[in-house]
């Protein structure tokens, strides 16, 4: 059974992929300083600013047994236009750690699952009145999946194995966003995955998985929008 260990500098990936997400919206805020953050005053309609919280997922699938709810990071980059006065569009990069946790009584066996997404949101958000505080939000979530590691619990380090997972995936993504503070903002997103990211998954130890049963990622973010 053929697979192969991760090359290091991919281990990297999620920490250079924070690091240039945070470049960029210092970029983008040191040359449109009136329109950053969460100022409304110098250009009503447009607002550029950044999201950071905790995602929650775990993966549908009936070949995967034991499966735990997986936390991991979620940061990013939005900017969203007022294109009528009840309707805000809103796009994202966002980048999420994603997965799945598992609990197996045998020695050497699947830990869990790890995924990288840069996730593009494409949302439209509904102001109820002129000044309200909550926002309902619903759109299509466009990804692309760059680390797809199992790794096994036996090992003190656990050493990743790349899988024949999808590069791609796509979810229906809703939530409501409720402003406390006029700068801060605390979100709350659900991502439905719709593509089954699994071409043929194989684990080279228990369980033994690679049947090619559909996998699709279901997930739940929790984020402080600034």
């Given amino acids: 059974m053929k697979y192969k260990i991760k090359l290091p ?3 990297s990936l999620k920490t250079f992929a924070v690091i240039s997400l945070l470049f960029f919206f210092n970029r983008l805020n040191a040359q449109n300083d009136g329109i950053s953050g969460n100022d409304y005053d110098d250009n009503p309609n447009m607002r ?3 999201k950071a919280g905790i995602g929650f997922s775990n993966i549908q699938s009936a070949e995967l047994q034991g499966r735990r709810i997986k936390p991991g990071m979620s ?3 939005y900017a969203n236009y007022l294109v009528k006065k009840r309707f805000l569009f809103q796009a994202e990069i966002d980048g999420n750690l ?3 946790n598992f609990r197996f009584p045998q020695a ?3 830990n ?3 995924f990288f997404y840069l996730d593009v949101p494409l949302t439209v ?3 109820f009145t002129k000044k309200s505080l909550v926002l309902p939000f ?3 979530q466009p990804s692309l999946i760059f680390r797809k590691d199992a790794y096994k619990s036996q090992e003190v380090v656990p050493q990743p194995v790349v899988l024949d997972i999808k590069n791609y995936d796509l979810a229906v993504t809703a939530g409501i966003l409720y402003r406390f503070h006029p700068k801060v903002a605390v979100q709350i997103q659900a991502n439905y995955g719709l593509i089954n990211i699994n071409n043929r998954l194989t684990i080279p130890f228990f369980p033994y998985l690679g049947l090619g049963t559909p996998m699709y990622n279901r997930n739940l973010q929790l984020c402080l929008v600034f």
Wanted: charged share 10%; hydrophobic share 40%.
């Fill in 112 to 114: 869990r699952l790890s």
């Fill in 125 to 127: 958000h509904y102001y």
């Fill in 138 to 140: 619903v759109g299509m």
């Fill in 9 to 11: 500098y991919c281990r």
């Fill in 98 to 100: 994603r997965g799945a």
């Fill in 75 to 77: 940061v990013g980059l």
């Fill in 108 to 110: 050497s066996s699947l």
């Fill in 48 to 50: 550029l600013g950044v």
